[in-house]
């Protein structure tokens, strides 16, 4: 099926997900003679910016899921990429990139950036621009909507 003869789903999570799912096929595409996945990499990519942090916070950060987060991290802490230590909770776990992992960072960029690269190009700039708008705007409102219903606002 062409891109032209993909419906429009009625359900704005369908939409995104399917939206998700192709983005990502890209980046892994591009992202494969690296070993990494592009969860691995946008972890990798996130603690360079944040340095160390809490597990909780990465998720937050990511939204992601405790249980993938805790699976995912757990690969890279055995490939060498990212530190755990214990916070001043014990039941707390802090995360840094650790220098292998920003080797690996360091090595998978280029890698990231021909698909980021590939991505623009097909979408073009304007595009580009609106979806990077929009799906912050996006998660702003849904993080919104959920702290307004747990009593957080």
Same mark, same amino acid.
């Not at 990798?44 to 916070?57: A, D, H, I």
């Given at each position: 099926?062409?891109?032209?003869?993909?419906?429009?789903? *009625? $359900?704005? $999570?369908?939409?995104?997900?399917?939206?998700?799912?192709?983005? /990502?096929?890209?980046?892994?595409?591009?992202?494969? *003679?690296?070993? @990494?996945?592009?969860?691995?990499? =946008?972890?990798?990519?996130? @603690?360079?910016?944040? &340095?160390?942090?809490?597990?909780?916070?990465?998720?937050?950060?990511?939204?992601?899921?405790?249980?993938?987060?805790?699976?995912?991290?757990?690969?890279?802490?055995?490939?060498?990429?990212?530190?755990?230590? +214990? &916070?001043?909770?014990? +039941?707390?776990?802090?995360?840094?990139?650790? +220098?292998?992992?920003?080797?690996?960072?360091?090595?998978?960029?280029?890698?990231?950036?021909?698909?980021?690269?590939?991505?623009?190009?097909?979408?073009?700039?304007?595009?580009?621009?609106?979806?990077?708008?929009? =799906?912050?705007?996006? /998660?702003?409102?849904?993080?919104?909507?959920?702290?307004?219903?747990?009593?957080?606002?």
């Amino acid at each position: 099926m062409s891109d032209s003869q993909k419906p429009v789903l *009625p $359900c704005m $999570c369908a939409n995104l997900r399917r939206a998700a799912r192709t983005v /990502t096929q890209l980046y892994e595409e591009e992202m494969r *003679p690296t070993g @990494l996945s592009s969860t691995q990499f =946008t972890i990798l990519q996130t @603690l360079s910016f944040t &340095g160390e942090v809490t597990q909780g916070r990465v998720g937050e950060v990511l939204a992601m899921d405790s249980t993938s987060l805790t699976r995912t991290l757990a690969i890279m802490s055995r490939n060498g990429w990212v530190e755990k230590r +214990r &916070g001043e909770d014990r +039941r707390e776990w802090r995360i840094r990139l650790s +220098r292998m992992g920003e080797k690996q960072l360091n090595a998978a960029l280029p890698y990231w950036e021909r698909a980021q690269s590939r991505l623009r190009q097909k979408l073009g700039r304007n595009q580009s621009n609106e979806l990077s708008r929009l =799906t912050d705007h996006v /998660t702003n409102a849904v993080a919104g909507i959920a702290a307004k219903e747990s009593g957080d606002v």
